[in-house]
């Protein structure tokens, strides 16, 4: 199937600086990606919609200057958590499907773990 | 609006036994469904999928039927293994194309030797 890859898997950083996180389609072209986020035991929680060459689409809640979308090419997609506190500590997940699949099937990057202290 | 619903966890059974987890979904039109699995510390893998009623979907010993009368999408194995612990996840797709999947809330299953 086609392949998704975020970067890194892991970060920690020191509370007030700005964390990026990045989403690759490897083997396909990807006009949508979808930014998730996991809390500890939970399910996922979409944030956002992201378009290749335009502004994202927010969800209901989530702040679009805290979390910075970038969607620069059809390969590319990137994260930005601003200004990070302890609170923004979770599992942000990307995903992006080749969009010539008639089922909707969507393929899941590895994950990012964030850890504010 | 779409949504799916998936038995709560978190389930715990003894290899080789039987599992079942739960799922059913309200949409509109006709959704695909998806199973998707996340072991510990990873992203989510797709398990397996159907894409129109009656369809069964399956893959490593695992498989689910789309009922469209029951609105159901139920996730079966006949014997676990340990290697199956992980968090289990149903999940819909209203429309075909790029659009987000409607996940339900996961079935974290620990499976003991």
């Known amino acids: 199937g086609a392949v998704v890859s975020q970067h890194p898997s892991r970060v920690i950083c020191k509370s007030g600086t700005s964390v990026k996180i990045e989403c690759r389609s490897l083997?396909?072209?990807?006009?949508?990606m979808f930014w998730y986020r996991q809390f500890p035991k939970k399910s996922l929680m979409l944030m956002a919609t992201?378009?290749?060459?335009?502004?994202?689409?927010?969800e209901q809640g989530v702040e679009k200057d805290k979390f910075l979308i970038n969607h620069a090419s059809l390969t590319l997609s990137t994260l930005t958590v601003t200004s990070a506190h302890p609170e923004d500590s979770s599992f942000y997940i990307c995903?992006?499907?080749?969009?010539?699949?008639?089922?909707?099937?969507?393929?899941f990057g590895e994950g990012s773990r964030l850890t504010v202290l | 609006g779409n949504s799916v619903t998936q038995m709560e966890g978190p389930v715990t059974l003894s290899e080789e036994a039987f599992l079942t987890i739960n799922c059913t979904y309200t949409a509109t039109g006709y959704p695909s469904l998806f199973w998707y699995v996340q072991y510990p510390g990873e992203g989510l893998q797709l398990l397996l999928k159907a894409t129109k009623a009656d369809d069964k979907g399956s893959n490593k010993g695992f498989e689910a039927t789309y009922r469209k009368e029951t609105t159901s999408f139920h996730l079966e194995k006949g014997s676990v293994q340990v290697s199956d612990s992980a968090v289990y996840f149903c999940a819909l797709s209203a429309l075909s194309g790029n659009t987000p999947l409607v996940f339900g809330k996961g079935t974290r299953l620990s499976v003991i030797a």
């Open positions: 083997d396909f072209q990807a006009t949508t």
């Open positions: 992201s378009n290749e060459g335009s502004k994202a689409t927010y």
């Open positions: 995903s992006a499907g080749p969009g010539t699949s008639g089922s909707g099937e969507l393929f």
